[in-house]
């Protein structure tokens, strides 16, 4: 079965949902969003990803309308969205704290808005029906928010949210109250909910796990600018910086000086260190400073030195981090520098190979890292 790949993105002829167009918004002397532009396309799922401060709850009220850019403008499906109030949009949004309505049961917070649009009685209680369905809520209908869990909570919400049909739903860290195992459960049912409504999502977080897992794409943000827009392999795989490469999940930046040869580069880097053999389309000058940036689970940690390897360090463990799935070792190079390798735990704990102050031997081919001029 040949499925085309969901790519909106990539296709000159696809006409965004979303334009923001030079948006600059200030607050005082203060940027919160500095001359930012960006399109996000119908049904896609698409995270706004960065540290506390950095402009992604701004961008979301300017969607919502709860604020104005001071410069630039938002389109909605090609129409300026500024002078439209936030009631008349087709636009709605779900708050970190639900804001349900503690003495209305289930079934009438989330006929709630829907009455207020005028529908016959007949067309909202079969709204309603198709929402609980949606949501898993059927049985919890007469129920008081009190009466029910965090993430039934949750889905109350989220089906108040979508029972209007909206063109775009916003999500404003939708899931920061829940534990993490109920967190995981919520994404795969947003990702379900998103999928069989076809609603175009955008949320709000600043925990990257939750953005690599449910988005179709991530902007990752820092202070009001947009560092990298794109699909979570590939800012992960190819961040475009070392901020980006930071933000990320785990990793090893080394600092050091390039030669070049086509795609080929040797980084020179800590006294008395073999330079490290990479590859990049970059094109660096002659002893340009650059960063590489290496994933912990892309390092082949060994006993002895592995025969054919483009690079390998002998070091020696200080530090053993025990996840259950997988170990990290965090090794020290003769250099004073440590470097994270990751590895899975197939066996059972009493087999595990290596042990504190063990010598052992780090390596990894010259594709597995990145060379990143900023």
Partial sequence: MNQTVFAPWNDPEAKPLIQFKQVTKKFGEFVAIDALSLDIFEQEFFALLGPSGCGKTTMM????????????SILLAGKDIAPVPPNKRAVNMMFQSYALFPHLSVWDNI???????????????????????????????????????????QRVALARSLAKAPKLLLLDEPLGALDKKLRQDTQFELMDIQEKTGTTFVIVTHDQEEAMTVASRVAVMDEGRLVQVSTPDVIYEAPNSVYVADFIGEVNIIEG?????????????AEGQQPINARSTLSLSPGQKVHFAIRPEKLTISAERPDDAANAMTGKVLDIAYLGNISTYHVELPSGQVLKAQSANTRRIARRSFTWEDTVWLSWTDTAGVVLEQ
């Fill in 257 to 269: 000086a390039t030669a070049q040869e086509g795609e080929a580069v040797t980084i020179t880097w």
């Fill in 111 to 153: 006929a709630f808005g829907l009455r207020r649009g005028g529908g016959s009685k007949e067309e909202i209680a079969a709204r309603v029906e198709e929402m609980l369905r949606l949501t898993r809520l059927t049985k919890f209908s007469r129920r008081k928010p009190h009466q029910i869990s965090g993430g039934q909570r």
């Fill in 61 to 72: 009220r300017m969607l919502a309308g709860f604020e104005s850019p001071s410069s630039g």
